[in-house]
């Protein structure tokens, strides 16, 4: 009978090192297989020192504060994921409104902690929640912007086919000083829209997809000040490991396809997403 084990992906090898270490600004260790343990020494291994682990519900946002409450070099982000916001709201006891709302406070008192640095990944997904979930999702959004800018933490964004609404609300409800679109899937022209207000765009390995020209096009034109480097691990594998897990140590594998995107320096690019991500997180290098 065949193992079958033997049929799952296998983890990726590791690439070569960073010479200059950077941050995994978007990942979900609680989705990945292993240790928390194993996957910080892994990266460390390639030059990606800082992990951001992100909450993407209420038992996922506790765990993200209490695992970087525990670890040096990691830090939080809470939030209920726009695709969480209408589940919660059917869901919960008393329904509705209400019952999303008293999820969103909690996550409120989570945004407090000081080892939580960012509120999100919050945003609006128009891809996998249809028109009746679009008024929690666009509920829930405002309120994490307001806890943001409340708590003086950065503004993590998921936005999958909801560009246009995304920047609306955020003028309309003014914006946090500091904005990070995870896993930014705009075109060039709204890289520039992003580089006027001042928000940072943090690219995946989605950047090296032979469909993704968008993406490279964003890269190249983004001001070199406001881009941040992610894994969204264990989703998006960059290029050539597409389809198999990803982990923060595949890092070095999407920044060099960002650097060739732009003709940027390997280095020079490192080092400034380095300072980009403690600049928008607000922690110490």
Same mark, same amino acid.
């Given at each position: 009978?065949?193992?079958?084990?033997?049929?799952?992906? %296998?983890?990726?090898?590791?690439?070569?090192?960073? &010479?200059?270490?950077?941050?995994? !600004?978007?990942?979900?260790?609680?989705?990945?297989?292993?240790?928390?343990?194993?996957? $910080?020494?892994?990266?460390?291994?390639?030059?990606?020192? #800082?992990? $951001?682990?992100?909450?993407?519900?209420?038992?996922? !946002? &506790?765990?993200? /504060?209490?695992?970087?409450?525990?670890? +040096?070099?990691?830090?939080?982000?809470?939030?209920?994921?726009?695709?969480?916001?209408?589940?919660?709201?059917? =869901?919960? !006891?008393?329904?509705?409104?209400?019952?999303?709302? /008293?999820?969103?406070?909690?996550?409120?008192?989570?945004?407090?902690?000081?080892?939580?640095?960012?509120?999100?990944?919050?945003?609006?997904? @128009?891809?996998? #929640?249809?028109?009746?979930?679009?008024?929690?999702?666009?509920?829930?959004?405002?309120?994490?912007?307001? *806890?943001?800018?409340?708590?003086?933490?950065?503004?993590? *964004?998921?936005?999958? +086919?909801?560009?246009?609404? $995304?920047?609306?609300?955020?003028?309309?409800?003014?914006?946090?000083? %500091?904005?990070?679109?995870?896993?930014?899937?705009?075109?060039?022209?709204?890289?520039?829209?992003?580089?006027?207000?001042?928000?940072?765009?943090?690219?995946?390995? #989605?950047?090296? @997809?032979?469909?993704?020209?968008?993406?490279?096009?964003?890269?190249?034109?983004?001001? &070199?000040?406001?881009?941040?480097?992610?894994?969204?691990?264990?989703?998006? %594998?960059?290029?050539?490991? &597409?389809?198999?897990?990803?982990?923060? @140590?595949?890092?070095?594998? %999407?920044? =060099?396809?960002?650097?060739?995107? =732009?003709?940027?320096?390997?280095?020079?690019?490192?080092?400034?997403?380095?300072?980009?991500?403690?600049?928008?997180?607000?922690?110490?290098?």
């Amino acid at each position: 009978m065949p193992d079958r084990d033997s049929k799952k992906p %296998t983890a990726p090898p590791a690439p070569e090192p960073l &010479r200059v270490a950077v941050a995994d !600004s978007h990942t979900h260790l609680d989705m990945q297989s292993g240790s928390v343990a194993d996957a $910080v020494a892994q990266a460390a291994a390639v030059g990606v020192d #800082t992990l $951001v682990q992100v909450g993407c519900d209420l038992a996922g !946002s &506790r765990w993200a /504060a209490e695992t970087a409450a525990a670890w +040096d070099r990691i830090w939080a982000s809470v939030a209920l994921h726009p695709n969480e916001a209408p589940r919660v709201a059917d =869901r919960a !006891s008393g329904g509705g409104r209400a019952g999303l709302d /008293a999820e969103i406070d909690a996550i409120d008192a989570l945004a407090a902690l000081p080892q939580v640095l960012g509120v999100g990944e919050t945003g609006l997904d @128009y891809f996998r #929640t249809g028109p009746e979930g679009v008024a929690d999702q666009q509920h829930s959004f405002r309120r994490h912007i307001d *806890i943001a800018k409340r708590r003086g933490k950065a503004l993590v *964004i998921h936005d999958r +086919d909801a560009h246009a609404d $995304v920047l609306r609300i955020l003028a309309e409800e003014g914006a946090p000083s %500091t904005v990070v679109f995870h896993c930014y899937s705009g075109d060039a022209e709204m890289a520039k829209v992003c580089a006027e207000h001042g928000y940072y765009m943090s690219f995946a390995g #989605t950047v090296s @997809y032979k469909t993704a020209q968008n993406l490279r096009d964003a890269v190249a034109v983004a001001p &070199r000040e406001l881009l941040l480097v992610e894994t969204d691990a264990p989703f998006l %594998t960059p290029v050539p490991y &597409r389809g198999r897990p990803n982990a923060p @140590y595949l890092i070095p594998v %999407t920044l =060099r396809a960002m650097a060739a995107a =732009r003709g940027d320096d390997e280095d020079q690019l490192a080092a400034a997403i380095a300072a980009n991500t403690a600049r928008a997180f607000g922690y110490d290098t």
